[in-house]
């Protein structure tokens, strides 16, 4: 859970190299290469850091470098460890900056802008280690027993007062203080109020990173409170700075009558959804109008259900895409556009009004509808023809428009454990970024298996779901799929050999004990289906098993998609969906599918050249166990 652990009295022997090392272990344990300013992060701001330890004769004291914050990919820069002059532990995460320049953005206390980010604004550093630390006490057993051991500083070693004097407009608390180099004498004193001189950490040190790690906070499962009653999650990093700027932007536009476009990208897991629940729940309970919109019958029905649960009101803050053909410009102060990549072109059916029949392209009705709209999208989970939901398009009609667009990237995982690696290698093994399919390094908070059969990847999911975990099996359209038997029995159309079973259903009843397809990711009666990516698409489950069918397959180094194994209706017509567009969509498709486990995933593929490609990529590396 951290990069380097070492005293401070110890790091003398490493800190000439402390970056080359840091680099070295990145590497090894996730794959990937520091950026620059992560490296001139390691030789300045920790050096700088470890010298007021000295200062402050705390030579004893034990510093967890990157410490990675438990179930996602997110690390907080050092968290210092060792005991309180009272007596007990004392741990203080320390947020690192080599900020000279800050300034308030506009009126928000929330958010500050410097030029180095090109004046974006980002969430005031200490409000970063304030959900830092809020998060460490939701999800670490040790902390959360004895809560005020837990501190949190930001420290702008390189910045005089002046510099960032606007930073100190908010008020400190435990868990958001904020020091400056001009500062330094007063941060030595305040860390020898943390930290008793003479006394080693390590023994602290070994029990915070022994904790043991809470449950996550699956979105469904708290989105009635959320929404009705309470912020719940934690939000972190870009998380926050887009939180906080529509909260802003939503303000701004009350009172200067001004219109502005967020639109906020990141894969799997990033955050998006958690992020829209809590905009809703939150400008919600500020008396704003505000409503929340999907493509998707399944995850707008589920939300419905669930975040609306005794309260019919907020069932109707959930619509579709295309229920905004009618309304005022403006009608809203906020849209929020959740799955936004599965934008149509129009928002036009077979069961629309004629007056409505205009063409108008989907993207417009939603950019006009309210004063602040905001696009939450993966451009990699474009799955059907048709669907236009890209930052480029979303961009270039708000600019149209005239309107302001702010665009944030959520670069990190909150599903899938926080495992980044896993993510990563699941995108280079699709071939949808270059470089292609990479040998998995493994990842202690994620497990990867790849079967031999489906009843191997059934057995392994049965043995999670009597452990109380959620699991459910997916795969392509690569199967007939029936209507329900008179009988209200479901026709086992999914056969690889012996094996059968039937797809989730089809229409919004429940019939013969299997939930309607809306709620088949939800609901417990979902475990005995497979699903697809209609009903997988937008939910997140412990573990996963998919079937690759036989419409991806790996021939002579290189994926090849197969036209003809697919039974989805939306691609048969080769008019409306070239070959091109077949090979993108379907590699979208299984990315989708491979993402949703947030613990574990089992993998198996129909084709037996596959097969072996995916077990040589997988069988030697750490973290895997291959199930026959």
Not at 23 to 43: D, F, H, M, N, V
Not at 106 to 132: F, K
Not at 305 to 312: E, L, Q
Not at 586 to 592: E, G
Request: aromatic letters at 8%; a neutral charge; glycine letters at 8%.
């Amino acid at each position: 859970m951290t990069l380097y652990r070492q005293s401070v009295r110890g790091f003398s022997a490493v800190e000439q190299h402390l970056a080359d090392l840091l680099s070295e272990e990145l590497q090894i344990r996730t794959g990937r290469r520091p950026s620059a300013a992560e490296k001139l992060s390691w030789q300045r701001s920790i050096p700088a850091l470890r010298a007021d330890l000295l200062a402050a004769g705390l030579d004893d004291v034990e510093m967890l470098v990157e410490y990675q914050l438990p179930l996602t990919s997110k690390r907080a820069d050092v968290v210092l460890v060792g005991q309180h002059p009272a007596g007990g532990p004392s741990y203080l995460v320390v947020e690192l900056k080599q900020w000279s320049h800050a300034e308030q953005f506009e009126d928000s206390d929330a958010l500050v802008r410097l030029e180095q980010y090109g004046w974006r604004p980002v969430t005031h550093p200490a409000l970063q280690v304030q959900d830092y630390c809020d998060y460490l006490l939701d999800f670490t057993a040790v902390l959360a027993d004895v809560p005020t051991s837990l501190a949190g500083v930001a420290y702008l070693h390189n910045a005089t007062d002046a510099g960032v004097q606007d930073l100190f407009a908010l008020p400190s608390t435990p868990t958001s203080r904020v020091f400056t180099g001009q500062r330094r004498g007063e941060f030595q004193q305040y860390l020898r109020t943390r930290f008793a001189p003479g006394e080693s950490g390590a023994r602290y040190a070994d029990h915070l990173l022994a904790s043991r790690i809470a449950s996550s906070k699956q979105l469904l499962a708290v989105a009635a409170e959320e929404v009705q009653q309470r912020e719940l999650f934690t939000l972190l990093d870009e998380q926050r700075d887009a939180y906080h700027y529509v909260l802003h932007a939503v303000e701004r536009a009350r009172r200067a009558n001004t219109k502005t476009a967020v639109i906020v990208s990141g894969g799997p897991g990033s955050g998006k959804s958690v992020i829209a629940l809590s905009l809703l729940g939150e400008l919600s309970r500020q008396g704003r109008s505000v409503m929340h919109a999907t493509g998707s019958r399944s995850f707008t029905q589920t939300l419905r259900k669930v975040a609306g649960r005794r309260a019919r009101r907020v069932q109707k803050l959930f619509q579709y895409f295309n229920s905004f053909m009618a309304v005022e410009a403006n009608e809203l102060d906020a849209l929020i556009l959740d799955e936004a990549h599965r934008i149509r072109e129009t928002s036009a059916n077979r069961w629309t009004k004629a007056e409505f029949r205009t063409g108008r392209p989907q993207v417009e009705e939603l950019l006009d509808a309210a004063r602040v709209p905001v696009f939450l999208l993966d451009e990699y989970q474009v799955v059907r023809p048709g669907e236009q939901g890209t930052v480029q398009d979303i961009e270039a009609h708000a600019a149209a428009r005239g309107m302001e667009v702010c665009k944030i990237d959520l670069n990190d995982q909150f599903r899938c454990g926080g495992s980044e690696e896993y993510v990563r290698w699941v995108t280079s093994l699709l071939g949808l970024e270059p470089g292609g399919p990479t040998p998995w390094v493994g990842d202690p908070h994620f497990e990867v298996h790849v079967v031999d059969s489906p009843g191997a990847m059934e057995a392994y999911l049965e043995a999670r779901h009597r452990e109380g975990y959620g699991a459910r099996m997916a795969a392509g359209y690569c199967w007939p799929w029936s209507d329900p038997r008179p009988d209200g029995s479901l026709v086992p159309d999914v056969q690889i050999g012996d094996w059968r079973r039937p797809w989730n259903l089809k229409g919004d009843r429940s019939i013969g004990g299997a939930p309607a397809a809306a709620l088949w990711a939800t609901d417990p009666a979902g475990f005995a289906q497979v699903g697809c990516v209609y009903t997988a698409q937008g939910f997140e489950y412990d573990y996963a098993g998919v079937i690759i069918g036989s419409d991806l397959v790996w021939r002579d180094g290189r994926w090849v998609s197969v036209r003809r194994a697919n039974r989805d209706p939306d691609f048969r017509n080769a008019k409306r969906v070239s070959d091109e567009d077949f090979d993108r969509l379907v590699r979208n498709v299984y990315k989708v599918l491979l993402t949703r486990g947030m613990r574990g995933v089992a993998i198996y593929s129909t084709d037996e050249p596959t097969r072996r490609h995916l077990r040589e990529l997988a069988e030697v590396r750490a973290g895997v166990a291959l199930v026959t």
